[in-house]
T-cell receptor, first 113, second 115 residues
């Protein structure tokens, strides 16, 4: 079955370190997204990509970057982790850029000390 | 502008009684509307979607929602709650805005089911 997987599922790091969260999907979807989930905020869009070599900023992109070198992967990098980036991160994909129907990974819980 | 308001942050029901999770939306365009469910330590899963066809939408696990344009609402219902329905539910609005599909999540409603 097609799926979307995230790794690591749990990560503890220190302020200032670089962290990369991996996302891999086997749906062959062109569109991929990174969200963060925080209490009282729901899900907020960090970055998204509509295809290979395409990346775009979402509403909370400061301190994060992504790159898309193939269809299957969209890694999220925190260049210099901050305590405010402690959160649960979700990767998602969709089959069309004209839909809000998203397929989600199981999340990566990041703690920045 | 586009927004979603989930009117209750927590809802508690007894097993076997009806469930009502309320959602109001605002959109300048013709929106699509979704409900997602998130079980503890899991990703979000699509429960049902409205995309301008029938206004009463049936989803998985006996849930349904009715799109009411005049009230800008998309409330989620289920006739009889089951223990396995305990989860967090997110209402989502999606609309094409200037060639970009804007997706906005509500802050979630946590459903507790009491045995």
């Amino acid at each position: 079955d097609a799926e979307i997987t995230q790794s690591p599922r749990h990560k503890i790091t220190e302020t200032g370190r670089q962290v990369t969260l991996a996302c891999h999907q086997t749906w062959n979807h062109n569109n991929m997204f990174w969200y963060r989930q925080d209490l009282g905020h729901g899900l907020r869009l960090i970055h998204y990509s509509y295809g290979v070599h395409d990346t775009n900023k979402g509403e909370v992109s400061d301190g994060y970057s992504v790159s898309r070198s193939n269809t299957e992967d969209l890694p999220l990098t925190l260049e210099s982790a901050a305590s405010s980036q402690t959160s649960v991160y979700f990767c998602a994909s969709s089959w069309s850029s004209n839909t809000g129907e998203l397929f989600f990974g199981e999340g990566s819980r990041l703690t920045v000390l | 502008a586009q927004s979603v308001t989930q009117l209750d942050s927590h809802v508690s029901v007894s097993e076997g009684t009806p469930v009502l999770l309320r959602c109001n939306y605002s959109s300048s365009y013709s929106p699509s509307l979704f409900w997602y469910v998130q079980h503890p330590n899991k990703g979000l899963q699509l429960l049902l979607k409205y995309t301008s066809a029938a206004t009463l939408v049936k989803g998985i696990n006996g849930f349904e929602a009715e799109f009411k344009k005049s009230e800008t609402s998309f409330h989620l219902t289920k006739p009889s709650a089951h223990m396995s329905d305990a989860a967090e539910y997110f209402c989502v609005v999606s609309a094409n805005s200037g060639g970009y599909q804007k997706v906005t999540f509500g802050i979630g409603t946590k459903l507790q089911v009491i045995p």
